[in-house]
């Protein structure tokens, strides 16, 4: 069942930064992936899903970028250094501390820190959503591969647009305009 209601959803931003964005032009704010974590983080906080982001040794590899700071507000910001945001003890008690049965990852690097952290947001029974066009890595094929991985262990791959219209479940109101002014 795909029941992403607001409220037993969150969303966990994986690492957009500054020194990924030389390998990964696809982060960019104009770029597809950038775009769409864009989206998803003002989606979710449109329709009242928790929002967290994560930033992997931000002394080496910089703050997340901009754009996505700018969208994500008050959101907490957790800095890490495990690969997995489970294995991280702030990020951990944070994603437990929401209590929220859906996660929807996006961010960099696919086949690194964001399916490190699917694998074990599955196994603690958590349910996970991979926005497929809003993660990236350096290489096309680690990508497909780690897409393909997240399938097999039991997370959905579905496109940004869907996870945004699920959570608003019907073509109407303020909520609806905007995040279909989002994604045109």
């Known amino acids: 069942m795909m029941d992403l209601a607001p409220a037993d959803s969150a ?4 690492d957009v930064q500054e020194r990924f964005q030389a390998a990964i032009p696809s982060i960019a704010p104009d770029r597809p992936v950038g775009r769409n974590c864009r989206i ?5 906080r449109m ?11 931000p002394k080496g590899l910089g703050p ?40 929807i990852l996006c ?9 490190a952290t699917a694998a074990d947001l599955l196994a ?12 990236d890595s350096r ?6 591969m780690a897409l393909a991985a997240a399938r097999d ?8 647009e869907t996870v945004a219209f699920r959570w608003l479940r019907a073509a109407r109101g303020d909520a609806f305009k905007r995040v279909s002014a989002l994604v045109r």
Do not use: N
């Open 11 to 14: 969303l966990l931003v994986i």
């Open 40 to 44: 998803l983080i003002e989606s979710a």
């Open 47 to 57: 329709v009242g899903a928790q929002v967290l982001v994560s930033e992997q040794y």
């Open 64 to 103: 997340t970028l901009p754009h996505l700071v700018e969208a994500a507000g008050d959101a907490p910001r957790r800095d890490k250094v495990h690969f997995s945001c489970c294995d991280d003890p702030s990020l951990a008690a944070a994603i437990e501390q929401a209590h929220r049965p859906w996660w």
């Open 107 to 115: 961010g960099v690097e696919a086949h690194v820190c964001v399916l």
């Open 124 to 135: 603690r029974g958590h349910r996970v959503v991979m926005a497929g066009d809003a993660v």
């Open 139 to 144: 290489r096309e094929d680690c990508r497909s």
């Open 153 to 160: 262990l039991g997370a959905l791959v579905l496109p940004t």
